[in-house]
């Protein structure tokens, strides 16, 4: 049995689906017309905000008044446009976009009033990302990466678009990111994180001779910077030094002095200094809800933000206003889809500055969530999100759909899911299990995948689906099982080894022969799968126990395969193999591809048919066939 925090078992016969007689199938084209929030920033004065939005469709940059204002579309593209960032003397919007999905991103900027838009990088084989605006000297920092390369590195770039690179890492399992500029834009305070997130450290360089030092950090422990203070005096850390637990406090940069929050079982990560250096916004993620909290640094107090729960945190590398009076956080709850909130730390208000979602996905109509526990095959404690339908009766006929997350190094939250409100409003109960290899549970929990991936967390996947068949609700034979990347292996897995669980599958550009794909993706993902499961040389045992492929022929249930052209996680390869060994073993499949699209689908028109693809799949085959 895995240690994890303590919590108790949830009894399944306490899910209850409620009774709403307003209660409707949600139509996919609403969810589907339903806006997305990838980016925002404010610009240099405050007055106005700026987010990265697929309101037409693609997404693309919007502009509106912090007041409120019709916004304004400041660029156009069918490529993404996201990670946003004013520039210093307030000229410029800065984004990045890449091509197609291929994530080798370049950086471009667009006057703040609209005109032309600059590609400043122009460099197809590096990509560069994640800007952090200086102060002053018109010197933004960046992360670079070259397609040769698994390693990123700390970089700065000038207005006119010359990127000179900070650090030169030797080792491909580790990276480098920014994390604030001190000392008047002289030095940057920046991680040194390895692929699997368990090792980092926190450097000092200073931005004229590229030299670093080491702040922080231990053998196989993380520290991490998110923030400092204007003055340089305090430096917000993380580790999980101790209790295996991501926790927070402050680094006093003058003594290297160590000062921790509140104690607290659940992962605890700060955010951001509040602009007069009074007090730490961090966040606390218990069991999947995040909740945003206020750390006073003179009287020590902790005190929450008003923020409906659910999930909250705050967004871009700058979430200040320039008065400091504001922060831009994320907020979505399992029947509100996210919006943009401007929070007044004066007033202690938040309100929302977009609204994204179609009118009809009010929380009164949507479905909502439930975080539940219970014990997998080993007495390892498994926290899911079950996702309950209105109306329905406790008499053990309904279906559900099991949803196991991408990764694995993350987490299903308790947020707003398209596809559990696409599923759950049209009859099934679904569950998102946080199985063991996710992370906010601990560094026990989150090691327990490694060289095991598709044993150990199958049972947990596995033991999900029992969850809600012992609520009394769920027919045992009508339970499907969908994923996207690492949860499209999961399904993979799921169909191949336990072929009698599931009666449909889905899966998304998902993972059946990691020796494949160890041959044919991304340097960066070869770093993070060695870190999962070694080599195909040094571990020859573990790929094959780990690989889909070596259950696949025994799998029954029908599956639907839906994968980019573009993807350089999960390449399009994968995606064929299974196609082709099931169907040659005539197996009821089909396979859709999606040109220029990478891992993760952008264009609206892609994301509607996959949605839309996927409900009538299990409809067809778990649904009863109506009676003629
Ligand atoms: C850049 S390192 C992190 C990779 C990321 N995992 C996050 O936890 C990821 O893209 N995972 C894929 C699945 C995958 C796993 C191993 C190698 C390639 C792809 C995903 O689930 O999205």
Known sequence: QIPTPERAVTDPKSLTSPVNPDARAVPLADIGASRSLSSAAWSADGKQIFVATNLTGRTNIWRTDTAGSWPVQLTQSDDAQTGLAASADGRYLLFQQDVGGNEYS?????????????????????????????????????VTKLKTQGQSNVAVMDGAGRVRDLTREADPQFSWSPVAWIADGKALIANRVRIDSKVSEIWRIDVASGKSAKLLGKADTVYAATDASADGQWIAVSTDEGSGQIHGGLLEAATGKLRWLKSTPWEQVPASFTR????????????????????????????????PPGVNYLVGSEPRSPDGTMLMLNHSGADSPANLYLYDLAAGTARPATQLAIASLQPAALPKSDVVTYKSFDGTLISAIVTMPANLKRNGSNPAIVLPHGGPTGQAQDGYSRYATAFASRGYVVIQPNFRGSTGYGKAFQDGNVKDLGGADLKDTVAAKHFLVDSGYVDAKRVGIFGGSYGGFMTLMAIGRAPDEFAAAVQWFGIINWRTMYRDQDEELKAYQRSLLGTPESDPQVYDAASPLTYIRAAKAPLLTIQGENDIRVPRGQAQEVHDILKAKGNVVETIFYPAEGHGFQKKENQLDSLTRTVAWFDTYLKPSPVR
Not at 107 to 132: A, C, F, K
């Open 276 to 307: 007069d250096g009074r007090a730490l916004i961090f966040r606390i993620n218990a069991d999947a809800r995040s909740t945003l909290y206020r750390f006073d640094l003179a009287s020590g107090a902790e005190t929450p933000l008003a923020i």
């Open 106 to 142: 370049d950086i471009y900027r667009v006057p703040v009033n609209g005109g032309v838009v600059e590609n400043l990088t122009n460099t197809p084989d590096r990509r560069e990302s994640d800007l952090l605006v200086g102060p002053s000297s018109g010197l933004v920092a960046l």
